[in-house]
């Protein structure tokens, strides 16, 4: 990778930080040549309106969180509508790359068990499965888009611990896994200087920071050398058998921000790693799962981040990544909480450290 090629801003405003240099990739076509930008320059967010449904009251799922986040980034004018791309249903086609033929079949029909519904957390209803199958699209166009122009954003998605035969905790379709495995079979590796050594295919790199295990994806790839799963979770938390991933960091119950982020600079416990996966592994894709279930006050973390530390640590893994000229994709992930309003802002967090890479790297 050359990064001594830079070639600049287009728009010729703002110095471009050091650490943010976008080399020449990114120029490059790929399969998604079809995409249409809705208009605008900034950081693209990919969002549908049909990322809820109707559940029963109670529910303790606070689906009403993913149009609240986009209504909190328009209203604190983070984005603008024009930055808002809208994704499409996720083919079956696409879902079967990942999910067995039994499976899609009877959760798109509505013949699950009754008792492995029970074990996704939501009754089945065909108002889910058009959820599903949009976030799943959205993480997917979030992808695409980010091949592009280096940075996308949805504001769902994150579904980890969706197996290939079973939904699993609040997961039914694994959105991170059918992306990475579309774009591994869908075409080869964007650049000529690119060291995959993977006979076909991108390479990706699944960053997953939510409080849970990545356990659903770590299982999917398992034996995939061009997937590399990272998970650095809450050790005791859901779900209580771990899956092996490619690396896996578990932290103790009440990991604070001092223990989670190096002090003094916007750096964290995966500088141990990360810098080092991106020149070894040289991924042609990151997905990101921001999840923000560590922070402090979250139902189901056992961890103590703040908003800050939330921050650093977003801001954190897509500035290395842009860095490094690799295209970065992010996706929520976990987040629960009653005051639907305050989870909506902690999500919008992620959106706010990309929005901050994306001016201060030029993209
Ligand atoms: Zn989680």
């Known amino acids: 990778m050359n990064r001594g090629h830079y070639r600049g801003h287009p728009r010729g405003h703002d110095p ?12 490059r076509s790929v399969s998604s040549e079809q995409l249409v930008s809705p208009g605008s320059g900034g950081l693209p967010v990919v969002h549908h309106s049909r990322y809820v449904c109707e559940l029963p009251p109670r529910h303790r799922f606070p689906m009403g969180k993913f149009p609240r986040v986009l209504q909190v980034l328009l209203q604190d004018q983070v984005i ?4 808002v791309w809208t994704p499409e249903l996720v083919s079956e086609d696409v879902l079967r790359g990942v999910h067995t033929a039994e499976y899609i079949h ?18 089945w209803s065909p108002g889910l499965v058009r959820r599903c199958r949009y976030e799943t699209g959205g993480t997917l166009l979030a992808a695409e888009v980010a091949l592009q122009r280096g940075l996308a954003c949805s504001t769902a998605g994150g579904t980890h611990h969706a197996y290939p035969d079973r939904g ?7 959105d991170l896994a059918v992306t990475a495995q579309h774009l591994r079979s869908s075409s080869s590796p964007l650049s000529s200087s690119s060291s995959s050594s993977s006979p076909s295919g991108r390479k990706v790199l699944i960053v997953d920071l939510d ?43 009440a990991t604070e921000d001092g223990r989670y982020l190096s ?12 810098p080092g996966l991106l020149d070894s592994f040289r991924p042609d894709l990151v997905l990101y799962d921001a999840g923000v279930d560590p922070h402090q006050d979250d139902e189901l973390g056992r961890l103590r981040l703040t ?11 897509m500035k290395t990544v842009v860095a490094r000229g690799v295209p970065i994709a992010t996706v929520v992930g976990g987040g629960y909480a009653r005051d639907v309003d305050k989870l909506a802002v902690r999500h919008s967090i992620v959106h706010r450290a990309a929005t901050q890479v994306w001016k201060e790297c030029g993209l």
Do not use: M
């Open 106 to 123: 009877s959760f798109l029909s509505g013949t699950v068990e009754e008792e492995a519904q029970r074990r996704t957390g939501f009754p």
């Open 80 to 83: 603008s509508e024009q930055q």
């Open 211 to 253: 409080v849970h295990q990545g356990d659903g994806t770590a299982f999917i790839f398992k034996d995939e050398p061009g997937v590399f799963t990272f998970s650095v979770h809450s050790q005791k938390n859901f779900p209580l058998r771990k899956q092996r991933s490619d690396l896996d960091v578990g932290l103790p119950d």
């Open 307 to 317: 908003d800050r530390g939330l921050y650093q640590r977003d801001l954190y893994v």
């Open 168 to 174: 699993s905790g609040y997961c039914l379709l694994n």
């Open 16 to 27: 471009i930080p050091e650490e943010c240099q976008w080399p020449y990739r990114r120029q």
């Open 263 to 274: 002090t003094g600079k916007l750096a964290f416990l995966i500088e141990a790693h990360l």
